[in-house]
């Protein structure tokens, strides 16, 4: 069974904390996503890779970041935490190879922060 | 640039009546993928379905139905004889790119299915 997880369903966190949100796929899937979701605004993409150590700004970059170190694990990082971060974060991947491009989606993490 | 649109934000239905949501894409590519995801109260994406631009035939998976038509760039899905376990917010998304970059989602719409 394929397989996307995310660290943290739920995590609560202060104004000024450095957060790291972890993402693991297991498909061997080259591609991977950020998304944060808030009501009404549907999925905007915060950034992607598409291969070791490569990434791209999505919609939304600014006040985060990222690393991809390894092809399985892709880290959304929030360099200095701000109330306006409080969402849902989502973790995609996808390959070029299979599925004509679907993305597979993890839990997803619900972070608040104070 | 690739856009996708899902005019109805909620729709609410009582259990047992049809319901179809629908989905509006804008792109310039001729090779292009369309999809649609259920993301139940739980909040994980659940995917349903994906069309190739070149296969513009309908399908049908017990209840549920889909529309394509590329005259009108619409996608649409029904849901027939609805359950209350069909309550979710339902996106439809569209992939421009044969590298599954460009990636992009409509708004949602929250289906509300009442007993």
């Known amino acids: 069974d394929v397989k996307v997880t995310q660290s943290s369903r739920y995590l609560v966190k202060r104004t000024g904390e450095k957060v790291f949100l972890e993402c693991v796929q297991d498909?061997?899937?080259?591609?991977m996503f950020w998304y944060r979701q808030d009501p009404g605004l549907g999925l905007r993409l915060i950034y992607f890779?598409?291969?070791?150590?490569?990434?791209e700004k999505g919609d939304i970059p600014e006040g985060y970041s990222v690393s991809r170190e390894k092809k399985e694990r892709f880290s959304l990082i929030l360099e200095s935490a701000s109330t306006n971060q409080t969402s849902m974060y989502l973790c995609?991947?996808?390959?070029?190879?299979?599925?004509?491009?679907?993305?597979?989606f993890g839990p997803g993490t619900r972070l608040t922060v104070l | 640039a690739q856009k996708v649109t899902q005019a109805q934000t909620e729709i609410s239905v009582v259990e047992k009546e049809d319901v179809t949501l629908d989905c509006v894409y804008e792109?310039?590519?001729?090779?292009?993928?369309l999809f649609w995801y259920k993301q139940p109260p739980s909040g994980e994406l659940v995917f349903l379905i994906r069309?190739?631009?070149?296969?513009?035939q309908n399908e049908i998976s017990g209840r549920y139905s889909w529309n394509f038509q590329k005259s009108t760039s619409s996608f649409n899905f029904t849901i027939t004889a609805s359950q209350v376990v069909d309550s979710a917010v339902y996106f439809c998304?569209?992939?421009?790119?044969?590298?599954?970059?460009?990636?992009?989602f409509g708004p949602g719409t929250r289906l509300s299915v009442l007993p």
């Open positions: 998304a569209l992939s421009e790119s044969n590298y599954g970059q460009n990636f992009v």
């Open positions: 995609a991947s996808s390959s070029p190879r299979t599925n004509y491009n679907e993305q597979f």
């Open positions: 890779s598409y291969d070791v150590k490569m990434k």
């Open positions: 069309r190739n631009s070149f296969d513009e």
């Open positions: 498909m061997d899937h080259e591609n």
């Open positions: 792109t310039r590519d001729t090779t292009y993928y």
